[in-house]
């Protein structure tokens, strides 16, 4: 299994509070992924990175930002957390990007109340 | 809008059955991967298909990619109770390097022994 974990795995807590969620690897992947996945959407890609503090956004971005300051970890943060961010949040990771191989992670399983 | 629709979107059958699974767009891809996921879990690659016709086995799984790279489907042969699970199509853009998935919104596959 590729070394990935996520922190924490769940979570509760209230609307308009900051919440960080943080993606581990130990594989020294160049690229990383934030999705969340909901009932009737599948998965939906956030941000991602591909490299060092190059980072860009995916289809549904709005509310959400990304740092990596180091290659092993890629923190998502909800500035102000609201109800529709209820979701499971997966992180992915690739060696070479395009048509590579992404390796998920555990998830974390977030409810905002 | 779905770039990718799978069907059925739920499917419940009897061990010893076989089932196929559906994934169509309008749109062409470079290449088109196979996912399945187990409950508390994240995805677990299964194929990628990149050449239009292509025919991938899995034991007794069969992965086929549409002539004109719009297209796939997933044939279960004798499907078990092991092949539980939730399977979802992703696809990557012609030409991306970045890696960026586009995922269906999954078929939820039950086998009842």
């Known amino acids: 299994d590729a070394g990935i974990t996520q922190s924490p795995r769940h979570k509760v807590t209230e609307t308009g509070t900051p919440v960080t969620l943080r993606c581990h690897q130990t594989e020294n992947h160049r690229y990383m992924y934030w999705y969340r996945q909901d009932p009737g959407h599948g998965l939906r890609l956030i941000h991602y990175s591909y490299g060092v503090k190059d980072t860009d956004k995916g289809e549904v971005s709005d509310g959400y930002s990304v740092s990596r300051s180091k290659t092993e970890d890629f923190l998502l943060t909800l500035e102000s957390a609201t109800s529709s961010q209820t979701s499971v949040y997966f992180c992915?990771?690739?060696?070479?990007?395009?048509?590579?191989?992404?390796?998920f992670g555990p998830g974390t399983r977030l409810t905002v109340l | 809008t779905q770039l990718l629709e799978q069907s059925p979107q739920f499917l419940s059958i009897q061990e010893g059955e076989n089932l196929t699974v559906y994934c169509n767009s309008s749109s062409v891809f470079s290449s088109l991967q196979w996912y399945r996921q187990e409950p508390g879990e994240g995805p677990v690659l299964l194929v990628t298909v990149v050449t239009g016709g292509e025919v991938k086995k899995l034991k007794r799984l069969t992965f086929q990619f549409g002539d004109a790279r719009k297209d796939s489907s997933l044939h279960i042969t004798a499907a078990q109770p092991g092949d539980t699970g939730l399977y979802l199509c992703a696809a990557t853009d012609r030409g991306s390097t970045l890696g960026r998935l586009y995922f269906g919104r999954g078929t939820q596959l039950t086998v009842w022994p």
């Open positions: 992915a990771i690739s060696k070479a990007g395009g048509t590579d191989t992404q390796y």
